[in-house]
């Protein structure tokens, strides 16, 4: 059963929980994929949200665009959850509104912290933000 939350802020909710969800995020992510969930997170404490379920899955607006997230709650129709295969803050809102918290299942392996340790060195010298999709395209190239 998907809870509405019925247009109040997520700073609204209890503390203790708003602590779960971040903490599950640094436990669950790299340390750059926690920072960048992290302030998805702090934007879904703040916005207003409107939440439905629809055939497709759930459907998320946080006073902007509406964007669909899967029934799953993995994948979201947004930028920010296809360029960098992170929870993006319509999962965070959608998982809220269910009660439910983030785990690795919900982030890629490559921002997986138990996996860190197998990637390949990232330069510090890029004037990007470096995703799974730019590594791989750079050390092709490299080589």
């Not at 929980?17 to 879904?44: F, I, Q």
């Not at 409107?50 to 459907?59: A, R």
């Not at 992170?86 to 809220?96: G, K, T």
Request: charged share 20%; hydrophobic share 30%; aromatic share 6%.
């Amino acid at each position: 059963t998907l809870m509405v939350d019925k247009g109040l802020p997520l700073a609204d909710c209890s503390t203790e929980a708003c602590d779960v969800m971040e903490l599950a995020l640094w436990n669950s992510c790299t340390e750059l994929g926690a920072r960048l969930c992290t302030n998805e997170w702090k934007l879904t404490l703040m916005s207003q949200q409107l939440i439905h379920k629809t055939n497709e899955g759930i459907s998320v607006q946080l006073l902007e665009n509406t964007y669909q997230v899967d029934k799953d709650l993995k994948s979201c129709s947004c930028h920010y959850n296809s360029k960098y295969k992170l929870p993006c803050r319509h999962i965070l809102s959608a998982l809220h509104a269910n009660k439910k918290c983030i785990g690795e299942e919900f982030v890629c392996r490559w921002w997986q912290k138990k996996y860190q340790n197998l990637r390949l060195p990232v330069t510090q010298s890029s004037s990007h933000l470096d995703t799974p999709e730019t590594v791989s395209a750079s050390s092709r190239t490299a080589s």
